[in-house]
Antibody, heavy 113, light 110 residues
Framework: EVQVVESGGGLVQPGGSLRLSCAASGFSISNYWMHWVRQVPGKGLVWVSLIKSDGSGANYADSVKGRFTISRDIAKNTLYLQMNSLRVEDTAVYYC??????WGQGTLVTVSS | QSALTQPASVSGSPGQSITISCTGTSSDVGAYNFVSWFQQYPGKAPKVMIYDVNKRPSEISNRFSGSKSGNTASLTISGLQAEDEADYYCASYTISNTVIFGAGTKLTVL
């Protein structure tokens, strides 16, 4: 079964850090462009970052550039998002996705003092 | 970069067909055939309905179809059913190696 399971979210103070993980099964992340997308509950979807199938071309939304880093471990078939210098406005549910694959349930990141 | 433009809401009666538009620019929708559509029920994770403009994941009903003309992509749902009532989002890859979403369209089945 093709699925992704996000984890690593939680409550963090402004300025803090978190690392999100996305464990994929049923497919190899090395064959797909992988994205992180976030959504404030009740609001729309917002793209955060992508990494291409060959590991190149990582890019970020302007709102997170310089603070977030996308990476992957092919051996573990896992995608990561390192989130530093977190801001209140980063509070959202974070999803890892491919163009045509199933979405996981996401992981909630709450940035609050 | 501004969001793709979608109507805030559309509605239709059971059995009818509806179309949701998604208008971008020559830097996103018009530049590549990388437009996707997502369905989301309240409190649930989104689900991809269409990718690469008009491709459908195997588990998605053929009542859902996608197309593109110039800078505007469209999602058509035929034979509207009550279960189709949801929010729908479009997204496109851009020439800046980013992805941009629309603000979403609320579909009401009358």
């Amino acid at each position: 079964e093709v699925q992704v399971v996000e984890s690593g979210g939680g409550l963090v103070q402004p300025g803090g850090s978190l690392r999100l993980s996305c464990a994929a099964s049923g497919f190899s992340i090395s064959n797909y462009w992988m994205h992180w997308v976030r959504q404030v509950p009740g609001k729309g979807l917002v793209w955060v970052s992508l990494i291409k199938s060959d590991g190149s071309g990582a890019n970020y939304a302007d709102s997170v550039k310089g603070r977030f880093t996308i990476s992957r471990d092919i051996a573990k078939n896992t995608l990561y998002l390192q989130m530093n210098s977190l801001r209140v406005e980063d509070t959202a549910v974070y999803y890892c996705v491919t163009a045509d694959g199933p979405w996981g349930q996401g992981t909630l990141v709450t940035v609050s003092s | 970069q501004s969001a793709l433009t979608q109507p805030a809401s559309v509605s239709g009666s059971p059995g009818q067909s509806i179309t949701i538009s998604c208008t971008g620019t020559s830097s996103d929708v018009g530049a590549y055939n990388f437009v996707s559509w997502f369905q989301q029920y309240p409190g649930k994770a989104p689900k991809v309905m269409i990718y690469d403009v008009n491709k459908r994941p195997s588990e998605i009903s053929n009542r859902f179809s996608g197309s593109k003309s110039g800078n505007t992509a469209s999602l058509t749902i035929s034979g509207l059913q009550a279960e189709d009532e949801a929010d729908y989002y479009c997204a496109s890859y851009t020439i800046s190696n980013t992805v941009i979403f629309g603000a979403g369209t609320k579909l009401t089945v009358l």
